[in-house]
Nanobody
Framework: QVRLVESGGGSVQAGGSLRLSCTAS?????MAWFRQAPGKEREGVAG????????YYADSAKGRFTVSHVNAKNTMYLQMNSLKPEDTAMYYC??????????????????WGQGTQVTVSS
C-alpha cells in the first residue's frame, strides 16, 4: 500500500500561483494530479513517469502548469501559474499507474491521496 500526502493548496487571486506537493511513502512508476470541482466529475490535470520519462497535461493545464518529480524524495510537484477561478477544485494526487493507455484517466491509478483544496478568486 502506498501512502500519499498532499500539501500546498490554498486561496489565491486570479493570476496568482501555487505549488502543490505530493509525497509517496515508497517508489511508484508514475504519479499524477487530478481535480474535482463541486458538482463535476474528477478530471486529470497532469501526470509524470518517475523514471525521468514523459509528462502529460490536460488541455486546461498546458502552458500554465508544470508537473515535476524528485526521485530522492518520492515527491511530485505541480507548479500552477496564471490561475483562473475555474481552477478552483480539490486537487488529488494519484500513484501507481496500472494501465498506461491513459495517464489522465482516474480509473487507471491504484492509490490516492486525501486531497488539497485550491480556491482562486476573481
Amino acid at each position: 500500500q502506498v501512502r500519499l500526502v498532499e500539501s500546498g493548496g490554498g486561496s489565491v487571486q486570479a493570476g496568482g500561483s501555487l505549488r502543490l506537493s505530493c509525497t509517496a511513502s515508497t517508489w511508484t512508476n508514475a504519479m499524477a494530479w487530478f481535480r474535482q470541482a463541486p458538482g463535476k466529475e474528477r478530471e486529470g490535470v497532469a501526470g509524470i513517469y518517475t523514471d525521468g520519462g514523459a509528462s502529460y497535461y490536460a488541455d486546461s493545464a498546458k502552458g500554465r502548469f508544470t508537473v515535476s518529480h524528485v526521485n530522492a524524495k518520492n515527491t511530485m510537484y505541480l507548479q500552477m501559474n496564471s490561475l483562473k477561478p475555474e481552477d478552483t477544485a480539490m486537487y488529488y494526487c494519484a500513484a501507481d499507474l496500472r494501465d498506461e493507455s491513459s495517464v489522465l484517466t482516474d480509473g487507471n491509478w491504484l492509490h490516492w491521496g486525501q486531497g488539497t483544496q485550491v480556491t482562486v478568486s476573481s
